[in-house]
Each structure stands twice: as C-alpha cells, then as structure tokens.
C-alpha cells in the first residue's frame, strides 16, 4: 500500500487549543484521524508528523523523497506553519528531493497580515490549498492522490 505523509511545522501542536477565531477548534490529533480516514477511502496509508524544528522537517522531506522515488509514497501534504514565510531551507529540501508537495494553509494568509502573503515554498508546490480550515488537508491528499495517477 502507497502512503502519503502528512507534515506539520512549528506551533501546529497548538491546534485546538488556542486562537480558535483563527484556526478552529479541531485538534492535531483529529486531524491525523481525519487524514487517515480520507486516505484509507484512496487506499492510501498515511504517515503522520509534526515537528517545530526546521532542520527536523528538512531530514524527512529528504527521506520522503526516497520514498516516492522507490514508488512507496506519492508525495507530502505539508503544511509549513509560519516556515513558509521564512524558509530557503525548506524551498531548497522540497526542490532537491523532488518531493511532490501540496501545501496546506488552514487559514487564508492572504487576508491576514502581509508578512504571511509571501510563500517560500509555493513556487516548489504542486499545489495549494489555503482557507478551508482542516478541510484542506481532505482537499490536498485528494489533490496529491489525482496528480500521482
Ligand atoms: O493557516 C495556517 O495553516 C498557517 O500555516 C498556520 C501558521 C501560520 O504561521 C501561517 O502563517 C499560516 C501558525 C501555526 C500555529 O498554529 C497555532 C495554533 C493554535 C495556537 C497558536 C498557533
């Protein structure tokens, strides 16, 4: 069975317990479920992390780009947290791993404050898929799922 995985950036174990006008109240935890349950509907497994270390994120773009390239994963959903606005490093990874990435926001950066407008990683994405809260994790592993087939 492929897999998919599914990474987070900094903050993101913060989910659901605070700033709920912003992100909502749905907790990490829930939505790793509600990952699995959406890539067990594409037959998909799905491998699940979070981290708050750039260099840490890095280590398993590189291994997941091995592990599409030996025809075991399709590919990330990552969602870069506040990274995306900062991170060559993270551009660099996703470009020399030639990891296909969809990258998720949960919030719309666009009608947030202009330091989250700009996206270090989006000219290296698949795709994008910014301000459907959670449900943009369902959306990026249908997206990442059509575009490997
Ligand atoms: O909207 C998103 O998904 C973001 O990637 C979330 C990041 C933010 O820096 C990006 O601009 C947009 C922040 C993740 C931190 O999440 C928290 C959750 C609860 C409480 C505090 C932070």
Redesign the pocket.
Known sequence: MASVLILN????N??????PE??GSTTLAEVEELCRQEAGKLGLDVDFRQSNHEGQLIDWIHEAGAEVKAGRSIGAVF????Y??TSVALHDAIEGAELPVVE??????HR?EPF?HHSYLSPVARGIV?GFGVY?YVLAINGLFQAAR
């Open positions: 950036g900094p903050n993101l913060l989910l659901g317990t605070r700033k912003v992100y969602n870069a947290g506040a995306t606005h998720v926001h949960i919030s719309n950066v947030r989250r910014v943009g």
